[in-house]
């Protein structure tokens, strides 16, 4: 009967986690492929699932920032899909490897050719941006999502701090610290090749932590197999009593 009721009360307990997380797997979200780092170039993947059990989703609207612009926004031909890039001027210039630009992609439209996505699945929309301002954590991209039933949500709403996610957030991209250039491991890998010695005792240093390493595992392996053998006498002991008893 506890059994039965510790199964109940678990079930209980995983519909519940699964209705209280449903929600945050159905907003438009935005992650990088990769690492999307400060003062670099990456892949963003736009994700869209269907919330509707009766339309299609047929029409992606995504809304660059305009407080931090990209001077380069490449979208991924995508079958089933026109693509529509619109830019806009700059209130300030912003400099892309020397060459002030004054204009920046500001939207993306991603419009159904076809049935577009349908009831019970999502789809990912990538685009190549950069390069990704060094000045700030995360970009924020409102969204605007259409089905075929003319609906619309505007996923446009922005988390504000210390109060709980809105009912429509916006796509959030977070961004990770700048990378080093490759000169770094040029250089130490230049460094390692010059100097033999350091190569040396580099390898001997890995050597005696892998005989180390081998070494506990296989008292390890021993102390275990003692325990296993003591507990098999004891075993045995204790079945020999009860066959003397009997």
Known sequence: MKASRLAVAGAIAASAVVVLSSPAFAHVTVQPEGAAAKGGYAVVDFKVPNERDNASTTKLEVNFPTDHPLASVMPEPMAGWDIKVTKSKLDKPIDNHGEQLTEAVTKVTWTATGKGIEPGYFE??????????????????????TYSNKEVVRWIEE???????????APVLTLSAAEDGHSHGSSDTEKASDDPASDAEAASADTAASADSSDTTARVLGVVGIVVGLVGVAYGVLAGRRRTSA
């Open 124 to 145: 990912k929309f990538p685009v190549s941006v950069g390069a990704l301002p060094e000045d700030a954590d995360q970009l924020v991209f409102k969204a605007i999502q």
């Open 159 to 169: 988390q504000q701090k210390g109060q709980e996610e809105p009912e429509t957030p």
